[in-house]
Structure formats: C-alpha cells, structure tokens
Nanobody, 127 residues
C-alpha cells in the first residue's frame, strides 16, 4: 500500500498562492491516477483536481478551473497542486489520494475511486 504525505499548507491572504506537494512512499505510484481532495468543516470531501497516471489528462472542479494546476513527477513519486488567486472559500483540509485502479483511460474524480489517502494539510485563506 502506498503511503502519501502532504505538505505546503498554511495561512494565506485572499489572492495569494500556495503550492501543495504530496510524496509517495512504497507501493505502486506511477500507474495510478492521483487526486487532490478537500474537505471544509461541515461539508463533504470533494475532488478539486486529478491527473492521469501518465500526466496527460486532468480533471478540475469548476470552482478551481483556471486557478489551480495539478502536476506529477513519476520519477520522484510526487504530485503537486499549484493554487493561485486563492479565495476564502478555498479554506479546507486538502488531501492527496491514489486511485484504486491502474493504467485507467479515465481520470477518477470520486472519493470511492481512491483507496490510498494522506493525512491532509490545512489551507486557510483569510479575507
């Protein structure tokens, strides 16, 4: 089972930027879709971005399109989420996740499609 460790969260002002990073240890990384999810207090966990195993296909939630960019480096077993033009509504715990299927042609964007999760990193955007 791959272990995922997120970093890069913090407190930022509205309009600012953060770059989240996710490091994978053990298990299989390169053949799996990777996703970034977030969960705000009282809300369901949602996928904000996902990237296919080869990096060629991506998914973005409508709320973050044009502001967030997901990328991956299979050689380093890393996934990144560049977040620009942050808004207070982006405040949440952000989680890195690895999909349960390998070499999929589609980009998974639902919680149940992922079976490995990091511990999360907190992002707070002040108004």
């Amino acid at each position: 089972q791959v272990q995922l460790v997120e970093s890069g969260g913090g407190l930022v002002e509205t309009g600012g930027s953060l770059r989240l990073a996710c490091a994978a240890f053990g298990g299989t990384f390169s053949g799996r879709t990777m996703g970034w999810f977030r969960q705000a207090p009282g809300k369901e966990r949602e996928c904000v971005a996902a990237v296919s195993w080869g990096g060629g296909r991506t998914y973005y939630a409508e709320s973050v399109k044009g502001r967030f960019t997901i990328s991956r480096d299979n050689a380093k077993k890393m996934v990144y989420l560049q977040m620009n033009s942050l808004k207070p509504e982006d405040t949440a715990d952000y989680y890195c996740a690895a999909s349960g299927t390998f070499y999929s042609d589609s980009v998974a964007a639902r919680v149940y499609e992922y079976n490995s999760w990091g511990q999360g990193t907190q992002v707070t955007v002040s108004s």
